[in-house]
């Protein structure tokens, strides 16, 4: 490797190792620490693609990458020195993961990071680490490759996921769709637009983005979706950003909106919307004719709603700060409720890496709390005959299943009101009515989401 070649490598692996050690201390997040490292060192644009793949690989495979130390290294991963464990972290990554680095240059990078970073007397245990790995990599003895016969441990260990998560997943979809499902929430997701019918249309974005050299699909579901199949850069410089052409949203969030179906001039909440995805959504679905009170608990996030409702251009959304827990003012003033709840967040766990690791099962059983008494209270709001969609971009029965069954069998007269088969929604109607989003099966983001009714004029809840 040339001298060159080999600073630059050092740096950007150097800012990686200052993220990363950000985030070991702090517990802030990683996409957090990594702007913050990323606008502190101004790191060039091929530098910025290593540095942001290097700390979002190391966090996400953490649990792999600790089993290799911990079968390499005599004192198992936790008991190392913390700096260490990332600076192995790094060079394991790098050769474990990465094809396009050549291996002399992981090792002797990762090497001249031990010794700028004080742990020079170790610079010689870290080399022996790597070439050791080298030498068992894909070999029995490779500690990623070593026969584990509980399926849940090797899922966890071998695509590093805490166990209860892939023994959720175990239960709901088997070993092969499970082990499917961990590879495919490693691998980065695309980005996927909403056209704005009300500025545009998606023919005209189509050609603005290819005649930018930016290659697109239309979604296989969605009238106003596209998935972008190319580098885009920054977002905010693709056409039609700023003229409020598109959104950025998933393509099952996007579902959300039709479930609920919200027409002209009626009057909706959507009890949970900040930033805005499917408010806004929701507002085009109607032409901007009617009213949306877009509520939110936390003041910060309702800001980015009124920016989405700016750039877009909407007036029929008015913005509220509060908890849905607490409306009673609210009572059946509504034609449709939107709750898409607080929630685990697993079926988004290739969208943000720290996320495996920072939900719990008990912080499940919490949201699961939260989520029934967002229910209860959005359920009131509804003027009889209101239609009441509850959504999450969780894939955990406890606060999918779970929680609309424990609604339902509180409040006998509300019922499952499924699409209709001609809908677009129809591929992800289950046998019981509900909605279910797979990675593996659609393509999109894991979500859950229902409608329910209320099947009567007397007792509204
Ligand atoms: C899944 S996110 C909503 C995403 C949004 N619907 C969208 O499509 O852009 C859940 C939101 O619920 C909010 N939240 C949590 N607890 C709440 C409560 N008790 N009342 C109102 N909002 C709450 C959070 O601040 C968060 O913004």
Known sequence: MKKNESQKLSTSRQIAFWVLAEIDRKSIFSDVALDNGLQHHQPN?????????????????????????DGLARKKSDRQPRDLRLILHIGLYQLCYLDRIPESAAVNTTVELAKQNNLAGLAGFVNGILRQYLRVR?????????????????LGIVYS????????????????????????????PALHLRINPLKTTIDTVESALKERGIQCDRSSYLPQGLKLTSATGEVKQLPGFNEGWWTIQDGSAQLASYLLDPQPDETIVDACAAPGGKTTHIAELMGDRGKIWAIDRVASRLKKVRQN????????????????????????????VLLDAPCSGLGTLHRRADLRWRQTPQMAEELAILQGELLEAAA??????GVLVYATCTLHPPENEGAIGHFLDKHPHWKIDPPSPE???????????????????????????????????????
């Open 161 to 188: 996921y805490p166990n209860w998560i892939v023994e959720n997943w175990l239960e709901q979809i088997g070993l092969e769709e499970t082990e499917k499902l961990c590879k495919l929430f490693n691998r980065s």
């Open 138 to 154: 894909n070999t029995p003895d490779d500690p990623l490759k070593k026969a584990i016969e509980n399926p849940i441990e090797r």
């Open 309 to 336: 409702i700016d750039r877009l251009q909407l007036n029929s959304i008015e913005v509220c700060q509060g908890d849905s827990r607490d409306f009673p003012q609210l009572k059946q003033q509504c034609d449709r």
């Open 380 to 385: 009131t709001w509804l003027k009889p005959g």
């Open 45 to 69: 644009k091929i530098d910025r693609k290593l540095i942001a793949e290097l700390v979002y690989g190391c966090v996400r495979q953490r649990r792999s990458l600790d089993t290799i130390v």
């Open 423 to 461: 809908s677009l929604l129809s591929p992800f109607v289950t046998p019981a009515g509900w909605l279910e989003v797979w990675p593996t099966r659609h393509h999109l983001d894991g979500f859950f989401m229902v409608r329910l009714k209320h099947d009567s004029t007397e007792d509204l809840t």
